[in-house]
């Protein structure tokens, strides 16, 4: 029933127990999970707690610090930087809380029933589904690999994989905040997403062939809800906050160090501003809850050009191609990516048109 | 079960939970105090509270399950390796959503997605940066070297200020009115304005900014922001005929009649970005104010 071809004998995905049966039990573990697996973290226990050390140090004596920093440039960069960073932080917050809570809670099997079979009617069905349900990109992709496992059709999968965590609730809430003399721009993001997220569905289900997708999904077994609740919710935001720090720190730095002319040179023209929006978006790798306080602090750009920002961002970024590639493989993002960032930026372009 | 190099409890994962206490402390504590009014709008108070508050909580349960995990099961977990599943960031429970991760074969391992595959989120680590810089530089709210940073593309464009109807609520007993710098600027560029305004005095008040007009003056400016600093944009006068100069950033309120003919000359001459000048018939020293941005009305 499932339109992907059977998975590579390599991952755990044949395991009877995850099939479309009966609800095992909630703990049931993934046998695939005990295979020993290095350990490669970016610092050793000494250094880590080195860093909380000076942390420590930090905190207790800053007023002896402060003196350190009057540099007016360094100021203006850190006020902006740690604008950006609060003003996301609740919608992050928010977005995070409520798809780990989703994810713990909602059976894939849910989505699966509730779909239609035919893979034209799915698509803009499963587009909406994402409209209801907040999901980080991070956990987008593997919810979409465990929907095609259940035997919802590969190109619905795929675009609620698209949809999901860029016209969610708090993606658009967060938009009208970011964008208070703008309201057009949370129709206009949710317009040309929706519409970028279903385009591609209905692409990949006539043009693409299912073995494109393989499946590599292994499923490991959390102790309880709750645990799995909040070690989703923790994980999620550490990714995304550390991609929003690299956001706001960019952001903060091209409104400070970069002369106003040339970041008007770049920000002025139609072609070349849509270009470095869209090209950001990919770069930048921001979660959806987040991006659009980045794009709000990059006022000289237009609209549109933004509006490509916020369209690409969640579908497609340096982020989503490894996860992409670490998920369904490499074949499926050589073709899945590329299409859907031109899709993208083509949908952000006649919505801008007509909307903004 | 994993070749992991420590003994003890898994640091990765105890960092993780500590970096979101950290950062919902940072939240907390900014948003409840009137430090937040020098990056956000006023009305974000609630929500950052509440979002230091949420990640504060999240962070805490979930270090404390840790250390439960831990002691309980010491090394060997029969879980599938709670610490193996930790690495993978995976959570499935069942049948239901799972966030199982793609395994990364070493293939396209960019920068850009650390933690995906091995250990948490390695680019969580970052969060820190905002704690530090916070808590380091405490920066202030943006200043002069932000009005002189100002870009073309963006001005107080025309709002719906309504100048004469204002100016006669508050003109009552001849005191003289006091207007937002944004809106003296709307109204001096408003063509159906622009006679009263010339025609009344009128009181300002923002920090000072030397440098940026001609000899003798001084701009008087305050920042607007629409979402967050970020976004900040300046609305600034030109304040002529007063001799006495002060230093950058002190906070000033002037009393003045706009100069509407000057205005106007310089107006060719400069492009279409202008401050409009304000000939001062008194300005003295006043004491920052708590909120020193304007929010668009």
């Not at chain 1, 780990?100 to 079979?117: E, M, N």
């Not at chain 1, 091209?254 to 070349?272: E, M, N, Y």
């Amino acid at each position: 029933m499932s339109d992907g071809r059977p998975p590579a004998a390599d991952t755990s995905d044949e395991r009877p127990h995850t099939a479309d049966t009966a609800d095992s039990s909630p703990l049931a573990a993934d046998t695939k999970a005990n295979e020993p697996v290095p350990t490669r973290r970016i610092l050793g226990p000494v250094a880590t707690t080195a860093v909380w050390a000076n942390l420590v140090v930090i905190v207790v004596y800053r007023s002896s610090f402060g003196h350190l920093f009057t540099n007016a440039v360094v100021e203006n960069w850190a006020t902006i930087f740690v604008s950006v960073v609060l003003q996301a932080l609740p919608f992050l917050a928010m977005g995070v809380v409520v798809s780990a809570a989703i994810s713990a809670l909602v059976p894939a099997q849910w989505l699966a029933r509730v779909l239609p079979s035919k893979p034209v009617l799915a698509v803009p069905v499963a587009g909406l589904a994402g409209a209801v349900l907040p999901g980080c990109e991070c956990s987008s992709v593997p919810v979409a690999g465990r929907l095609v496992q259940r035997g919802v059709p590969q190109a619905a999968a795929l675009t609620f994989l698209l949809a999901a965590p860029a016209i969610n609730p708090v993606v658009m809430v967060a938009t009208s905040v970011a964008f208070p003399r703008n309201p057009e721009m949370v129709f206009a993001r949710f317009a040309a997403s929706f519409g970028a997220a279903v385009v591609v569905g209905w692409l990949w289900s006539r043009f693409a062939s299912p073995e494109l997708l393989e499946q590599r999904l292994r499923t490991l077994a959390a102790t309880s809800h709750v645990h799995a609740f909040t070690a989703t919710a923790v994980n999620d935001f550490l990714q995304a906050g550390g991609f929003l720090v690299l956001g706001a720190s960019l952001v903060a730095a091209l409104q400070t160090l970069v002369p106003a002319s040339a970041l008007d040179s770049l920000a002025g023209g139609g072609v070349v501003s849509l270009a470095s929006m869209a090209v950001l978006a990919v770069l930048l790798s921001i979660c959806s809850e987040a991006d659009a306080f980045v794009a709000a602090g990059l006022p000289q750009f237009s609209l549109t050009s933004r509006l490509a920002f916020l369209v690409v961002g969640p579908m497609i970024d340096l982020k989503l191609i490894a996860l992409h590639v670490g998920t369904f493989g490499r074949r499926f993002a050589l073709r899945f990516d590329p299409l859907t960032f031109v899709v993208a930026v083509g949908m952000a372009v006649v919505v801008g048109a007509v909307v903004l | 079960m994993s070749t992991r190099t420590r003994g003890f409890a898994s640091v990765n994962d105890v960092d993780g939970s500590i970096l979101v206490v950290a950062v919902g402390v940072l939240a907390t504590w900014i948003g409840a105090t009137d430090a937040m009014l020098r990056y956000l709008r006023p009305s974000m108070r609630p929500w950052l509270v509440l979002a230091g508050v949420v990640l504060l909580v999240l962070g805490t349960v979930d270090y404390l399950h840790i250390r439960r995990q831990r002691s309980s099961l010491g090394d060997h977990d029969p879980h599938g390796d709670h610490a193996g599943h930790e690495e993978h960031g995976e959570h499935g429970v069942g049948d239901s959503y799972s966030f199982g991760q793609g395994d990364d074969d070493g293939e396209a391992s960019g920068e850009g997605h650390a933690g995906h595959d091995h250990g948490r989120s390695r680019v969580g680590w970052l969060l820190l940066l905002p704690v530090v810089i916070a808590v380091l530089i405490d920066p202030g709210a943006l200043g002069a070297y932000a009005v002189t940073r100002q870009s073309n593309l963006r001005f107080i464009g025309a709002s719906d200020f309504e100048l004469e109807p204002y100016l006669r609520s508050h003109s009552f007993g001849g005191a003289v009115p006091d207007l937002l710098i944004a809106e003296f600027m709307a109204a001096s560029r408003n063509p159906d304005d622009q006679e009263l305004l010339a025609a009344t005095e009128v009181k300002l008040i923002g920090f000072v900014v030397n440098g940026e007009g001609p000899e003798g003056s001084f701009l008087v400016a305050r920042l607007q922001i629409g979402c967050c600093a970020a976004d900040a944009l300046a609305a600034t006068v030109e304040v002529h005929g007063w001799e006495a100069t002060y230093p950058d950033e002190s906070w000033v309120e002037v009393t003045g009649t706009f100069d509407l003919a000057t205005t106007l000359n310089e107006n060719e001459d400069a492009g279409w970005f202008v401050s409009p000048i304000l000939v001062a018939s008194a300005v003295r020293e006043i004491e920052a104010p708590k909120e020193k941005y304007e929010y668009p009305r």
